[in-house]
């Protein structure tokens, strides 16, 4: 079983950046897969982006293409969302997820953090 914990979240104004980390602890007994998903008020949970075990593919929401990026270190078990050029619709509850493969699709991933709060002023 794996629990992931998630950190970064705050407060930042319209352009700036944060970087979300998420810590992997327990065992893990196959190689995992890592997603970033975010949800709002009122909203359903979207994908955000993701990323292969191996880091080798990603996949990104056309939202936040070119202004996020995901990578991960599997040394320390983590892995990171980049967010620069921020704006006012990504303040959101941001979560991380492990699965078995790199997935847009909520359903596909086994574990979930509890979330961190990234808010972006105007």
């Known amino acids: 079983q794996v629990q992931l914990v998630e950190s970064g979240g705050g407060m930042v104004q319209a352009g700036g950046s944060l970087r979300l980390s998420c810590a992997a602890s327990?065992?893990?007994?196959?190689?995992?897969?890592m997603g970033w998903f975010r949800q709002a008020p009122g909203k359903e949970r979207e994908f955000v982006g993701a990323?292969?075990?191996?880091?080798?593919?990603?996949y990104y929401a056309d939202s936040v293409k070119g202004r996020f990026t995901i990578s991960r270190d599997n040394a320390k078990n983590t892995v990171y969302l980049q967010m620069n050029s921020l704006k006012p619709e990504d303040t959101a509850v941001y979560y991380c997820?492990?699965?078995?493969?790199?997935?847009?699709?909520?359903?596909?991933?086994?574990?979930w953090g509890q979330g961190t709060q990234v808010t972006v002023s105007s």
């Open positions: 327990g065992r893990i007994f196959s190689r995992t897969a």
């Open positions: 997820a492990a699965g078995p493969l790199a997935s847009t699709h909520r359903y596909e991933y086994d574990h």
């Open positions: 990323i292969s075990w191996g880091g080798g593919t990603t």
